[in-house]
C-alpha cells in the first residue's frame, strides 16, 4: 500500500484512532512526494513536527524513480491533473501498490490504479 498525503495528515489527528490501527496494520510505504507535502506545511506545531518525523522514520519513503517518472508523464497526457497527483499515483504504479487515499475522486479514472479510502470503510 501506499499512503496519499492526505491519509497521513488525518492520521495524525486524535479522532482517528482507527486510521492509525490501519496503517500499523499494513506497514504502507509514502512517495517522496507526501514527505515533503507534509513535513513541508509551513503551519506544523513542533509537536506536530515530532510526531511526522517519527512517523517517517518509520515508514519507507519510495524515491522518484524513473518508472515513477514515466507513469507520471503517461497520467497527466491522459488526464489534466496536478503534478504532485501524478507522481503520488505513478509511485503507486510502479512499485504495485495500493493507493490508499481519502480524495478517491482524484484518481478512479487510473484504470491500472488500485484504490483504496480506509476512511469509507466503516
Known amino acids: 500500500m501506499l499512503l496519499d498525503s492526505n491519509i497521513v495528515i488525518y492520521a495524525a489527528l486524535p479522532e482517528h484512532a482507527g486510521l492509525r490501527r490501519f496503517i500499523a496494520e499494513h506497514t504502507p510505504a509514502v512517495s517522496v512526494i507526501t514527505y515533503i507535502e507534509v513535513t513541508g506545511y509551513h503551519r506544523l506545531s513542533q509537536e506536530d513536527q515530532i510526531l511526522l518525523a517519527q512517523f517517517f522514520q518509520a515508514t519507507e519513503i519510495l524515491p522518484l524513480t524513473e518508472g515513477v517518472v514515466e507513469w507520471a508523464v503517461t497520467l497527466r ?8 497527483d501524478a507522481i503520488i499515483a505513478g509511485t503507486a504504479l510502479a ?22 479510502d480506509p476512511l469509507a470503510e466503516g
Open 77 to 84: 497526457k491522459r488526464r489534466r491533473m496536478s503534478l504532485a
Open 95 to 116: 512499485h504495485a501498490r495500493t493507493l490508499v487515499t481519502h480524495n478517491t475522486q482524484d484518481f478512479r479514472w487510473i484504470t491500472e490504479l488500485a484504490v483504496l
